[in-house]
C-alpha cells in the first residue's frame, strides 16, 4: 500500500500566495525527489535531496528534507498561474533503493 | 537527444486484445520502470529493470510483462487487455538505481490507454 503520505490532495490559491504541500513517510528514506506534472503532461524531476534536515531552493520554490529523512516539503512563494499543476514527491527505501515509492500527488490551480 | 521515447501516444483496445507498448531511451541508463497512472491513484508501478536481462515486478504486475533485451529498449505487453487496464502508461528511466549516482527519472510523453 501507498507509503508516503502526500498533503493536502487540492490547493486552490490566488495568483501571489504562498503554497506548501507535505510528504511524510512511514520508513527512512535514502532521498526524496519532487517532480511537477502539468495537466496533460507527464511528470518532470525537479530536484532531489539526500542529506538529513538539507534545504535547496530553485527560484520561489523551496524544497525541505526532514531531519529524521521521513519527511519533506515543497514550499512556493508568490505562486504564478505557470506554476498550476500536480507536485508528488518520492523517495528511495533506506535499504531496498531499487522502487521510488510515491505519494499520491497535490494539485495546484492558481486564479489570476 | 530523443530522451524516453514511448509509442502509441494513444490506443484502443477491444476486451481480450493484446498489444506492446514500446519505450526507447538514448541515454545509456541502467534503470527503466513502467507505470500506471489513474485519477486518485498517483503513479503505480508496474514493472522494473536494473538492466538488460534484468526485470521485477513492481506494485501492479498483472496482466502485464516485461523484457529487457538490450538496454535501450523496454516494452510493456499486455496480454489480454481488460477495461481495468485503461489508463495512462508511462515509461521512465534513471542513470542508475544508486543512491549519489543520478536516480532521478525522466519520462516519457505517455500513452492514453482505453480498452473498450
Known amino acids: 500500500g501507498q507509503q508516503v503520505m502526500q498533503i493536502p490532495q487540492y490547493q486552490h490559491v490566488q495568483e501571489g500566495e504562498d503554497f506548501t504541500t507535505y510528504c511524510n513517510s512511514s520508513?527512512?528514506?535514502?532521498?526524496i525527489q519532487w517532480y511537477k506534472q502539468r495537466p496533460g503532461g507527464h511528470p518532470v524531476f525537479l530536484i532531489q535531496?539526500?542529506?538529513s534536515g538539507e534545504v535547496k531552493k530553485q527560484k520561489r520554490l523551496t524544497f525541505q528534507f526532514g531531519e529524521a529523512k521521513k519527511n519533506s516539503s515543497l514550499h512556493i512563494t508568490a505562486t504564478q498561474t505557470t506554476d498550476v499543476g500536480t507536485y508528488f514527491c518520492?523517495?528511495?527505501?533506506?535499504?531496498?533503493?531499487?522502487?521510488?515509492?510515491w505519494g499520491l500527488g497535490t494539485s495546484l490551480a492558481v486564479n489570476p | 537527444n530523443a530522451g524516453v521515447t514511448q509509442t502509441p501516444k494513444f490506443q484502443v483496445l477491444k476486451t481480450g486484445q493484446s498489444m506492446t507498448l514500446q519505450c526507447a531511451q538514448d541515454?545509456?541508463?541502467?534503470?527503466m520502470s513502467w507505470y500506471r497512472q489513474d485519477p486518485g491513484m498517483g503513479l503505480r508501478l508496474i514493472h522494473y529493470?536494473?538492466?538488460?536481462?534484468?526485470?521485477d515486478q513492481g506494485e501492479v504486475p498483472n496482466g502485464y510483462n516485461v523484457s529487457r533485451s538490450t538496454t535501450e529498449d523496454f516494452p510493456l505487453r499486455l496480454l489480454s487487455a481488460a477495461p481495468s487496464q485503461t489508463s495512462v502508461y508511462f515509461c521512465?528511466?534513471?542513470?542508475?538505481?544508486?543512491?549519489?549516482?543520478?536516480?532521478?527519472?525522466?519520462f516519457g510523453q505517455g500513452t492514453r490507454l482505453t480498452v473498450v
Open positions: 521512465a528511466s534513471s542513470y542508475s538505481f544508486v543512491i549519489g549516482r543520478g536516480t532521478e527519472a525522466f
Open positions: 541515454m545509456n541508463h541502467e534503470y
Open positions: 529493470s536494473v538492466g538488460a536481462g534484468i526485470t
Open positions: 520508513t527512512t528514506l535514502s532521498n
Open positions: 535531496l539526500v542529506k
Open positions: 518520492a523517495g528511495l527505501k533506506a535499504g531496498n533503493n531499487r522502487k521510488l515509492i
